[in-house]
């Protein structure tokens, strides 16, 4: 029998976890009525949220029903497709990786992983995708009727998204992203893209491009607000607090191109503004700020109370967060999602990724830099070594902390908490110090410090 579109894929449940947790998370997806008695309770819940997160609050909603009741297509991507190419084709787009930050948050991250390694995926690979691979065995992931993933950056999302493609019988599509940014290689980029969306209108029922110019046109309208609240958290104290800043990645990662966005970073410019007119700043008595490159632990984690509350420390910004790629032309929509999947300061030579990370130490006034070292990400962790000499040889002390974001069993939040501590304490050496010291300082501890971390 043809299996409804929209509805959770059949499989067998894996063993470990709170079965009864999964049972009634399956229930909740795939119930209308989970969608409506939301929507009620947003309005009481209403006064308790921000505007800006019940804005994504909403928009969320709203996709997570027309996902998993069939309402529009679901399209999975990995993580830096542009997203404005599926909205725009009239689908919604499911990032798996995105997903398992989500599932970590609501305390399946750790069953998804055990149910995936259980199925025979290596514990090498990036839990992210381990996670994902678990969701979907667990029958808590919406049907896709395509996959499209790029070539670049990340070697496990390709092969893990290929295998959900397997599993749901669906077509997959592969964006071949040239190393080289050269007008050639976006040309060919484009020609893949249009190629790509012409093939999917065709295979999946309720696609069209004519949604593509005014997805882009979203965008862009996001885009404006978006470099307005960049240009609020150069303020001094920072005004929004980092780890929340992080749990919206996932935002920004999967919503460009959707009708929700440009309202969700409007309420967040003005909410920034607000906090700065007001003095309400989450580190009220800032001494010290930090960029975050990749991502966080998506469970529950005292790293980043520790930080704010104990040590007055600031994330004031995050990798994730740089908006890298130029405005669209929303006609020429291919050659503008070409541009913005070539303009990733992570594909090509490690001196792009150098580059934006100096540039956002000296537009957000940076103290040092803490790099998440993601159980299995290989694109981020392998420029641990020269973003750490690149920074130190400049006066910025640099961090790896070595973590999982999805599986809480991995945490080590005691050793985190240490090393963290320690970093703190050569940040508040720093500032002792003249400027001409400094950096003799920061790598004589900083050789300490790999010495310690090497050890564990």
């Not at 980029?189 to 065709?202: G, P």
Request: charge should be positive; aromatic fraction near 10%; charged fraction near 20%.
């Amino acid at each position: 029998m043809k299996e409804k579109k929209g509805t959770i894929r059949s499989g067998p449940l894996s063993p470990g976890g709170n079965v009864r947790g999964l049972q009634l998370a399956r229930m909740f997806l795939t119930n209308n009525l989970t969608y409506f008695l939301a929507r009620l309770a947003l309005r009481p819940l209403g006064r308790r949220l921000r505007p800006y997160q019940e804005a994504a609050v909403q928009g969320i909603l709203a996709e997570l029903h027309a996902a998993y009741s069939g309402e529009k297509p679901v399209i999975f991507a990995s993580a830096f497709v542009p997203t404005e190419l599926i909205y725009g084709l009239g689908a919604i787009p499911v990032l798996p990786e995105v997903w398992s930050g989500f599932a970590a948050a609501a305390g399946f991250g750790a069953p998804a992983v055990t149910a995936s390694e259980a199925a025979g995926y290596s514990q090498d690979l990036c839990s992210f995708h381990r996670c994902s691979l678990g969701l979907e065995n667990l029958e808590l992931l919406p049907k896709p009727a395509a996959v499209i993933v790029s070539s670049h950056l990340c070697d496990g999302g390709r092969r893990s998204l290929y295998r959900h493609s397997r599993s749901f019988g669906c077509p997959f599509y592969v964006l071949d992203v040239p190393y080289a940014a050269t007008p050639d290689g976006a040309a060919w980029l484009a020609h893949q893209i249009e190629r790509t969306a012409r093939d999917l209108v065709l295979k999946v029922p309720g696609l069209s491009l004519a949604g593509l110019p005014g997805a882009l046109a979203a965008a862009n309208r996001a885009r404006t607000e978006y470099l307005a609240v960049c240009r609020l958290r150069r303020e001094r104290p920072a005004p929004w607090a980092g780890s929340e800043a992080l749990n919206y990645v996932a935002v920004f990662l999967s919503g460009w191109g959707s009708s929700w966005l440009p309202e969700f970073y409007a309420q967040l410019r003005c909410h920034l503004e607000e906090a700065i007119r007001r003095r309400a700043f989450p580190v009220p008595q800032e001494r010290h700020r930090l960029l975050w490159l990749n991502l966080r632990p998506y469970y529950a984690t005292p790293i980043f109370t520790y930080l704010e509350k104990e040590c007055n420390t600031s994330t004031a910004f995050e990798e994730y967060s740089h908006l890298y790629w130029p405005a669209h032309t929303p006609e020429a929509w291919a050659e503008s999602l070409a541009a913005k999947l070539v303009a990733h300061f992570g594909w090509g030579p490690i001196e792009r990724r150098l580059a934006t990370v100096w540039s956002l130490v000296q537009e957000y006034g940076i103290d040092g830099v803490v790099q998440f070292n993601q159980w299995g990400c290989r694109q981020s962790n392998g420029g641990g070594r020269f973003l750490a000499d690149f920074l130190r040889a400049r006066g910025i002390p640099f961090l790896e902390l070595a973590g999982d974001g999805v599986d809480g069993r991995s945490s080590g939040a005691a050793q985190q908490l240490t090393r963290i501590a320690a970093f703190v304490e050569l940040l508040e050496a720093r500032n002792t110090l003249p400027p001409g010291r400094r950096i003799e300082a920061i790598t004589r501890q900083n050789e300490v410090h790999d010495h310690a971390g090497s050890r564990h």
